[in-house]
């Protein structure tokens, strides 16, 4: 099969690095890529979001499977895109279609669906500049802190937790009045605080059909002790302790089967992943957010821990034949840590030579997020620069070893957290 992944992170990294170990794969291709894909496959100068160009590089490349990997493509239907042209429709993408994206695309249509199917999720209710003055009011009556979310995708920034009313009053001015997020704060979603411990789930599905790919916790915050300013993610545990089998079972029958029920219902023919977000309260797991998406770095302590053809799984998924499908998973725990730029979540500078990533231990797989080669050197090219990810027979052996490899690789400005995992043991 010929191979088209679209993205240029470390997530993407990880599906070119498992995919091209499969003996189906023949030729891949990643669009954009970076320096750590140019090494497992051959980098594509398109954009993740220029449908055309993709669809000529697929017709010439004889391109057999498109993987989606970030969410941008996918709300902006791209899948649709696909399907509705005649030349293009054999090929299989893997990838929920524009109305399924909306479980990501639109919080206010997240909330919705869940209420709609009874799947656990905190109290809400959406508002806009027309209804403000009832937003006002609904803040006045909900105990600090208070959500607020931008209705549409905010690359990652658009939840604010807001630990005053006052504040929370201010938070809902600057997204709706200021329109500090576009369109996209046009809409805001307001909802009651949970205070719990956050595991993510990987959900992979036909339609119908779907296999639970390992579970993972990941650490949102720039500073040590989750402080500071959120990122896109700073590193990633997989197997998450408290999820035991009893954990999934119920989470099974409360949130995943009751999601797959619910796009059904409304003909949405849902074929690639969903990432639930969870916040776990005592007992009772709660629906925090659905991505249609693998997470970044969570795929990066994923896919090392899956021992199946993970090609052969995807194109089962395309064939609608997952029912068939059992996975192979290694009990070996995967950590990995983000090395990031100086500076990141805020302003950074690209272009920072990388060293030492080249001969790490064995027992490292070096996923690159923002990195690109120039004249045979790697640089820095982006926020998150590169994943550590380390497999070993239990957690603290994995982490250690992640630990080990970011004092081995440099670049001026380079931050990790050295408490990635600690607070699990
Ligand atoms: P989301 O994009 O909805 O997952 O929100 C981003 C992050 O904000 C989550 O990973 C949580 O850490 C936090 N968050 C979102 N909603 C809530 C909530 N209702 N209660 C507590 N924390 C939340
Ligand atoms: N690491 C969180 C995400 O991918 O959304």
Not at 147 to 170: M, N, T
Not at 379 to 405: C, D, F, K, P, W
Request: proline letters at 3%; aromatic letters at 8%.
């Amino acid at each position: 099969m010929n191979v088209l992944i679209i993205g240029s992170g470390g997530r993407e990294h990880a599906f070119a690095w498992k995919i091209a170990q499969s003996s189906l794969c023949d030729n891949l291709y990643i669009a954009t890529g970076n320096a750590g894909t140019a090494r497992v496959g051959t980098n594509v100068a398109i954009k993740p979001t220029d449908f055309e160009r993709l669809a000529t590089f697929c017709e010439d490349s004889d391109i057999d499977m498109v993987v989606v990997g970030n969410e941008e493509p996918l709300v902006k239907g791209i899948v649709d895109f696909f399907k509705n042209d005649n030349s293009l429709k054999n090929i299989k993408i893997i990838g929920a279609n524009q109305q399924g994206a909306q479980l990501e695309g639109s919080k206010d249509f997240a909330k919705n669906f869940m209420n709609k199917n009874n799947i656990p999720t905190a109290k809400s209710e959406t508002f806009t500049k027309e209804t403000i003055e009832k937003a006002k009011q609904y803040i006045e009556n909900l105990a600090t802190p208070i959500v607020l979310k931008a209705d549409g995708l905010a690359a990652g920034k658009g939840v604010v937790i807001a630990h005053s009313k006052q504040e929370a009053l201010q938070t809902l001015n600057e997204m709706i009045l200021d329109e500090k997020f576009g369109e996209a704060s046009s809409k805001v979603v307001i909802e009651e605080f949970l205070d719990g411990i956050e595991v993510s789930l990987f959900v992979l599905t036909d339609g119908k059909n779907y296999v639970l790919l390992p579970e993972a916790k990941d650490y949102k915050q720039i500073g040590e002790g989750n402080t500071g300013l959120n990122t896109g993610g700073m590193g990633a545990v997989s197997p998450v302790p408290f999820v035991t089998e009893e954990f999934i079972k119920s989470a099974e029958e409360k949130i995943i089967k009751p999601t797959l029920q619910g796009l059904q219902n409304e003909n949405i023919d849902y074929c690639g992943f969903i990432f639930i977000g969870l916040m776990v309260v005592g007992d009772t797991s709660y629906v925090l957010e659905y991505n249609v998406r693998m997470g970044d770095p969570e795929t990066e302590v994923v896919l090392p821990r899956i021992e199946s053809d993970f090609l052969a799984l995807l194109d089962a998924t395309a064939k609608k034949e997952l029912g068939n499908h059992t996975l192979k998973i290694s009990k070996k725990a995967a950590t990995t840590i983000m090395l990031v730029s100086g500076g990141y979540p805020e302003a950074y500078e690209n272009g920072k030579l990388i060293k030492g990533h080249g001969n790490l231990p064995k027992n490292i797989i070096a996923f690159h997020a923002g990195t690109k080669e120039d004249d045979s050197q790697t640089l820095t090219n982006g926020g998150r620069v590169i994943a550590l990810t380390a497999l070993a027979e239990t957690a603290q052996e994995a982490l250690a070893a992640s630990n080990h490899a970011a004092e081995l690789v440099h670049f001026d400005g380079k931050y990790y957290r050295k408490d990635i995992g600690k607070d699990l043991f």
